[in-house]
Structure formats: C-alpha cells, structure tokens
C-alpha cells in the first residue's frame, strides 16, 4: 500500500512540477535547478497556508524580474485544484491559500500513517557516526556532560527518523596520563580496604567511587601490590579501574535513557599501529612532513622553549592558522595525532560524522576539521561531511540561586544524582530547550513547575489533556470518528496546520543536525492545543466534547488523536515519554 504524502511534500512537488513546465516552455533555462527553492507557513498567517520563495531565487538565473517570474508561477500555481488563491507579496514572494479539504486530507493522513507520520527517507540510508560524551573514564558521569550526552543522543534519534543509518559512538579517552592518575587512585583505595589509614594526595581522584574498585582488587590479590613498585600493577590497576568506571558511565547515561553502539578504544587504536598506519598514509599524501615549530609568543630559544623537530600536520592548507604536531618530543602521540587517526578510521565506515563537544574545545575544531577534509579527500575523492557541534556548560539552580549537592564524586554533581532527582523526562527535554551554543541554567524549581513556563510540563500536559479527553468520551460511548471532519471550522483547521509542520521541521531538524528545533516546534503545538482548549471554558460549543452533538464530537475527538499523535511522536525522537495522565 502507498503512504499518503504529506502536505508540505505534495505541494512541493506541485511547486517543483509547475517550474519544470516553465522550463519546458522556455520561461526558465533549461538545466536549472530548484535545491534553493523553499515552502514554508508564511510569517503572518493572514497572509496564506504556504510560500515559497521560488520567483525570488530563480528569477536571476533566468533573466527576469523576480515580480514577472512570480506571476507565471502563480498563474499556473492558481489553475490548480485544492489551491484557492496564490498571491505575489513585496518583490517576489509567493503565498498560497489552501482549500479546507487540503487539512482534512492532511488530517487523516496523520491517522493513517501513525508513529510514521514524519518520518522521511530523506536520509536515503546514508551512514551517520554521531559520536558524543566520550568523557575520560575517571568516573561517574557529571552534569557537565549531561547536555552533549542529550544532545548528541536526540541528534541520532532525529537522523534516523529523517531516514540516516546512524551509529552512535563513544571514544574511550584511555591513553592519557589521566588513566594513570586514575589508577594511581585506585591503588589508594586498595590499601584502604587492605586496612590501611591513607590521606588522597592532592592531584588524585579523591570519589568514594573507587571505594568498590579497590575493595575488589583486595579481594582478587590479597597484599600482593601493597608494596610492590609501581611499574608492576600499573597497567593491571589502569586496566581495571577503566573497566569499573566503563560499567558505571554505562549505568549513568543509561539513566537518561542512552546507549551508544560502539565504544572505541584510543589506548586500542594506538596498540593496533593504525596512528602508525595514518601517520604513513599522511606522509605518502604529503600531508605531514618533519618540521620545527614557531617559538610560542613572546618566548626565545634561549627562555623556555627550544626548538624541536617534530611531525606536522599541513592543517593550514585546510584553512587552520598553524602546522599541529601529531607527536611529542619524546615521541609519544599528542591528542591531536591520535583523534586524527581515530577520525580517519570512523571515516572508513561512514558517510557523514557528526561530533558533539563541549565548548572547552572550541579550539581544536579547526585543526580536526582541516584533518577530516585532509583525510577524505587526498586522493580526489570530496571531502566527507564533517560537523562539530558545540555545547555550553549548565550551571545548576534552585530558586535562582546556585544549588550545590551531595557529591559521591568528590567534586562535582553526579548526572545520575540529577536524574534521581527530577527524572530523566525532565532532564531530556530541558537540555534541548535551547540551543546547544547558548549558555543555560537548570533551575531544580522551575523544572518541575506546573506551568507554560515549563516547556516539557506544558507539552506533556498537552498530551495528558487529549488522552483524558479520549478516555472520558470512551466512557460516554464516543469514538473518534472521520465521518464528519467537514463540520471542523477555522479554529480546528489552524490546529491541524500547525501539526502538518511536525514532517518539514523534522527534515530541517536533521538536515540542521539540530533536534532542539523538535522541542520548540512541540512548545508550539502545545500551545495552539492549549489555546483551543481554553476557548472551550467560555464558549462550551468549542469544547472537544459537546454532548449534544455526537457527531461533531468524533471530528473533534478524531483532530484530538491526531494531535497526540504528533506530540507523542515528536517527544519520541527527542527520547521523552508522552504521559497519559498528570
């Protein structure tokens, strides 16, 4: 069976049919192409249902005026059925003014399409790596990664309904010097649950989470590396004390309802030589060459600083402002040299990635984006998609005041902590309530306030309200029914022109990779549904329910079903629960 097309799809592909014969007539040139061409809910909805921007960015390409071109486009757009007016507004915008059927028609094929309505294929299968948290394994999970973990998460989600094939990746950081640190930390603990009176030195991870980690080493090896010199349980102890600490981000991020298709290694990936295996793939391309770097500003050869042959990377022929080293002096990898192979090997499998990062690293995008480019296109090849998107750090409130918690960490607020607190629900939706660059607060009070100035209690509320409806007039012997949608007036139809959006922003969204424009478009729905509900306070012929007119009643309960159809398959990509009651 063929799946209706959407409104926004169908008229698009109106829009795109009516060009095509503007071609063919010779009005536009032949091999033009229409990628520019948009249709979108005018501004101000006294203008029309629809507008494109066609007349306006063809007109060029074509020679003429913006305003004559539109009024060929218009002319052909008005001949056609289920279009009652189509208008040229300022110096060439197109608005179109539907026929009531054309909601109807889209109404019911909300309810025909269900979960799927919105999904898109526009992704054609394409591979996607999102890759997102990769904090160091040192310890539970903190609210500092909480926004990028949602972010990142919601972002797959979107990508696979637009139709991408999406891996969601995790990179193990267990190369460094903080994994030593960590197991360093570990062995502390070790001794304490040997029996021995210990003080955490300063530079040690000080978390009573690594309390059970040394308690079982005890267990395991008895006072066997209680004297023992360093170099004979380091690797042992770093090798465990990652392991425990994998488990326990694993059980944090699955609190928020997260969890990643694969967990890549870098002290794995370095062990396997493919940075050796880069590093060779990028000498052969001339892509890194042996080099000294300028002295750091302000410093001579004979201050701090000493000039060093090392390996660089040509970053600035991608646009970076320097060379980058991709090892030390003392030849082991700098963390560039190893995310530049890490890059290259997620590159082999995917079309497109697509990395979330804190804004901390704001400067290194430059430098791995130069590398991604280098690395995919050197042997002619285009270069493969990459984004990085930044997330801001969340400061913690209550009351509008900085709240501080129990910490089992030692020095920060556990994620977990959070969730147990407020739920994952509210933690989701709220990290996606603005955009992922722009600084927020997370108020303890505010986000669990019943009100419109709680945008994931107004758009769950939205929900509750139509499953009530629904259930209420099941108890009265009333079902949704599409038998009358004709008798749905003005107000309704507007309702069902906001939820028709729900496909076109979800395309945007993806194509964005920006998923928090799904949160603002439902903020939206929910509160058109809140707005016609309230119309029903004063005016009782307007309320969902209208005993005396059973009929009238199932349309109304019909637009209803559709409506939380919307909402619950919006809030469904973003990870969030449609409640059924509150």
């Known amino acids: 069976m063929t799946q209706p097309k959407t409104l926004y799809a169908a008229h698009a592909a109106l829009i795109e049919s009516v060009l095509t014969e503007l071609v063919a007539e010779g009005v536009l040139p032949a091999g033009t192409s229409f990628a520019n061409v948009t249709l979108e809910p005018p501004r101000d909805a006294s203008h029309g249902d629809l507008a494109t921007n066609a007349a306006m960015v063809l007109a060029k390409g074509a020679g003429m005026n913006p305003r004559a071109l539109a009024e060929a486009i218009t002319a052909?757009?008005?001949?056609?059925?289920?279009?009652?007016?189509?208008?040229?507004?300022?110096?060439?915008?197109?608005?179109?003014?539907?026929?009531?059927?054309?909601?109807?028609?889209?109404?019911?094929?909300?309810?025909?399409?269900?979960?799927d309505y919105g999904r898109s294929a526009m992704g054609g299968g394409r591979v996607v790596n999102v890759e997102y948290v990769s904090a160091n394994p040192t310890g539970p999970m903190h609210m500092g990664h909480c926004r990028g973990a949602v972010v990142g998460d919601a972002l797959s989600s979107l990508l696979e309904f637009a139709g991408h094939n999406v891996t969601r990746e995790y990179y193990v950081n267990d190369a460094g010097a903080q994994v030593d640190v960590l197991a360093r930390s570990v062995h502390m603990r070790y001794l304490e649950a040997l029996g021995q009176s210990i003080t955490i030195p300063e530079g040690l991870y000080p978390g009573e989470y690594l309390v059970p980690v040394g308690e079982a080493l005890a267990a395991e090896f008895g006072d066997r590396y209680a004297a023992a010199p360093e170099g004979d349980w380091l690797i042992l102890f770093r090798t465990r004390a990652v392991a425990a600490m994998m488990d326990m981000i694993r059980e944090d991020l699955a609190t928020l309802g997260i969890v990643h298709d694969l967990f890549s290694s870098e002290a794995e990936l370095q062990a396997s030589g493919k940075v050796d295996a880069a590093e060779q793939w990028l000498r052969t391309h001339d892509l890194v060459y042996d080099g000294v770097l300028e002295a750091p500003k302000g410093k001579a050869p004979s201050e701090d600083w000493e000039p060093v042959q090392l390996p660089l990377f040509r970053?600035?022929?991608?646009?970076?402002?320097?060379?980058?080293?991709?090892?030390?002096?003392?030849?082991?990898?700098?963390?560039?040299?190893?995310?530049?192979?890490?890059?290259?090997?997620?590159?082999?499998?995917?079309?497109?990635?697509?990395?979330?990062?804190?804004?901390?690293?704001?400067?290194?995008?430059?430098?791995?984006?130069?590398?991604?480019?280098?690395?995919?296109?050197?042997?002619?090849?285009?270069?493969?998609?990459?984004?990085v998107k930044l997330v801001q750090m969340v400061q913690?409130?209550?009351?509008?005041?900085?709240?501080?918690?129990?910490?089992?960490?030692?020095?920060?607020?556990?994620?977990?902590?959070?969730?147990?607190?407020?739920?994952?629900?509210?933690?989701?939706?709220?990290?996606?309530?603005?955009?992922?660059?722009?600084?927020?607060?997370?108020?303890?009070d505010k986000v669990v306030e019943a009100s419109k100035d709680n945008p994931v209690f107004y758009v769950q509320y939205a929900h509750a309200r139509i499953r009530s409806t629904l259930r209420k007039a099941a108890d009265m012997g009333i079902t949704p029914s599409d038998a009358d949608l004709d008798r749905l007036g003005a107000e309704e139809l507007a309702l069902i022109a906001r939820a028709a959006q729900f496909p076109r922003e979800i395309e945007a969204a993806a194509r964005a990779r920006e998923p928090h424009r799904i949160a603002f478009y439902l903020y939206d729905l929910a509160a058109d549904l809140h707005s016609y509900w309230n119309l029903g306070n004063d005016r009782p012929e307007k309320r969902f329910i209208v005993e005396q007119d059973a009929q009238l009643t199932a349309a109304r309960l019909f637009l209803a079903t559709a409506i939380g159809q919307v909402i619950r398959g919006g809030l469904g990509v973003l990870g969030v629960e449609a409640v059924e009651s509150m």
């Open 76 to 115: 052909k757009l008005a001949a056609q059925p289920g279009i009652v007016s189509a208008d040229i507004a300022g110096p060439g915008f197109i608005n179109l003014r539907l026929a009531p059927e054309a909601w109807i028609d889209e109404l019911r094929a909300i309810a025909s399409l269900g979960d």
């Open 396 to 444: 913690l409130l209550k009351g509008g005041q900085p709240f501080k918690m129990s910490k089992r960490s030692g020095n920060f607020v556990t994620l977990a902590d959070v969730v147990d607190m407020v739920g994952k629900d509210v933690v989701r939706f709220t990290m996606l309530t603005r955009k992922p660059d722009a600084q927020m607060d997370f108020d303890f």
């Open 315 to 387: 970053s600035t022929k991608f646009g970076d402002d320097q060379d980058r080293p991709i090892k030390k002096s003392n030849g082991a990898w700098t963390y560039f040299g190893a995310d530049l192979a890490y890059h290259f090997q997620k590159a082999q499998t995917a079309d497109a990635l697509v990395d979330i990062w804190g804004a901390d690293h704001a400067g290194t995008v430059k430098r791995i984006k130069a590398a991604v480019a280098a690395l995919t296109s050197a042997d002619g090849a285009a270069p493969k998609p990459f984004e």
